[in-house]
Each structure stands twice: as C-alpha cells, then as structure tokens.
T-cell receptor, first 114, second 115 residues
Framework: AQTVTQSQPEMSVQEAETVTLSCTYDTSESDYYLFWYKQPPSRQMILVIRQEAYKQQNATENRFSVNFQKAAKSFSLKISDSQLGDAAMYFCAYGGAAGNKLTFGGGTRVLVKP | KAGVTQTPRYLIKTRGQQVTLSCSPISGHRSVSWYQQTPGQGLQFLFEYFSETQRNKGNFPGRFSGRQFSNSRSEMNVSTLELGDSALYLC??????????????FGEGSRLTVL
C-alpha cells in the first residue's frame, strides 16, 4: 500500500516570502502521479499542481513549483511571493494506476503573516 | 460550468440511524469518488464509481456503501451510524476514464455530526 507523509503540521511565512512544504511517499509502482491540493478554511479543495512520475522536469504553476526527487520519493512544494490568499491546509497526494483513488498526507497548515 | 454539488451541506444524526449523501459531478465527468475527512484520520478514500460501477474501494466497513446513477450522480449511504462516523464527507469528480489518476474536482463536502 502507498503511504504519503507530510512532516510539517504547520508552516508560517511572511507575506511576499517563500515557503517550502515537504512530502515523502512510498510506493512500488512505476507509473503514478503526485499532487498538491489546497483546502482554504471552510472552502473546497482545489488542485495546486500535478506531477507525472515519468517526467523529470519539475512542474510549475505560476508562484507554485515542485521539487520532485523520484529516487528519494520526495515531492516538495515551493510557494514563492506568498500572498494572504495562500493561507490554507495543503495536502500532498499520491495517485497510482488504480484510477482516482488518491492517498493523502496528513496536511500542512500554512499561515501567511502580513 | 457548475462545479461539484453536494447535498446536504450539514446534517445531524443520532447513533444507529442511517444517512444518505448526494453528489452531482461536473457535467461530463463520469468518475465520482468519495473521501472521509476527520481531524484524527485525515483524508481517507471511501470508494470510486465510474459508469455506475464501483471501480475502487477503500478500507471501510460494509456500513459504508455507495452507488452511481446513469446521469453520473452518486450517493453514499452510511447505516447504523457510530460516533466515529462524524466527519466531512467529500465528493470529487474527474473526467478521467482509465489509467493513472487525473485531476479531481472536489465539492464543498457534507458535514455529518453523529450524536
């Protein structure tokens, strides 16, 4: 079974600064996707960024980028130029060959200080 | 384009009762999956339906069941409710038809409180 671990329960960042969230996973599959989802308080979860395991190039979406280390099974998220609207729970998730069955990490709460 | 709609948003039940939650996916999405979110266990996969067939199932007791209709709308049912079933139940839809996971679009969830 796959596992996803987020070791940082909470991270605090100053507005306009950069924060990096850690995620490690364990799998024996060779073909999979990794995701970062954002869940703002009392709002629905939305996809931040997605990485295909077969792609060596790290995914980037505007101020969000990942550092995907396949051999180390590490998938960190960097939020650059942090904004107040980035404050939320961030979940790392693994999706394997079994369709849309995602395994989520425990989440990291990001606090943004003005 | 309308997003994923879940009803009801909030509900309170007592132990032993049963509950049915509904999810309408984004138009054109045929995959619907359900997740349970609790402070203690985090986000856990319940099941996924595709074209009215259960394609994946998580590690939950048989009290948790679901179904999908021909219009892709899905319902999940929990029978003989226990206090530990109190949670936010999230529905997600996807346009993925087969293969490795695609992007999931989540609803706002149904918050169930069991007293």
């Amino acid at each position: 079974a796959q596992t996803v671990t987020q070791s940082q329960p909470e991270m605090s960042v100053q507005e306009a600064e950069t924060v990096t969230l850690s995620c490690t996973y364990d799998t024996s599959e060779s073909d999979y996707y990794l995701f970062w989802y954002k869940q703002p308080p009392s709002r629905q979860m939305i996809l931040v960024i997605r990485q295909e395991a077969y792609k060596q190039q790290n995914a980037t979406e505007n101020r969000f980028s990942v550092n995907f280390q396949k051999a180390a099974k590490s998938f960190s998220l960097k939020i650059s130029d942090s904004q107040l609207g980035d404050a939320a729970m961030y979940f790392c998730a693994y999706g394997g060959a079994a369709g849309n069955k995602l395994t989520f990490g425990g989440g990291t709460r990001v606090l943004v200080k003005p | 384009k309308a997003g994923v709609t879940q009803t009801p948003r909030y509900l309170i039940k007592t132990r032993g009762q049963q509950v049915t939650l509904s999810c309408s996916p984004i138009s054109g999405h045929r995959s619907v999956s359900w997740y349970q979110q609790t402070p203690g266990q985090g986000l856990q996969f319940l099941f996924e339906y595709f074209s009215e067939t259960q394609r994946n199932k998580g590690n939950f007791p048989g009290r948790f069941s679901g179904r999908q209709f021909s219009n892709s709308r899905s319902e999940m049912n929990v029978s003989t409710l226990e206090l530990g079933d109190s949670a936010l139940y999230l529905c997600a839809s996807s346009s993925l038809t087969s293969g490795v996971s695609g992007e999931l679009f989540f609803g706002e969830g149904s918050r169930l409180t069991v007293l």
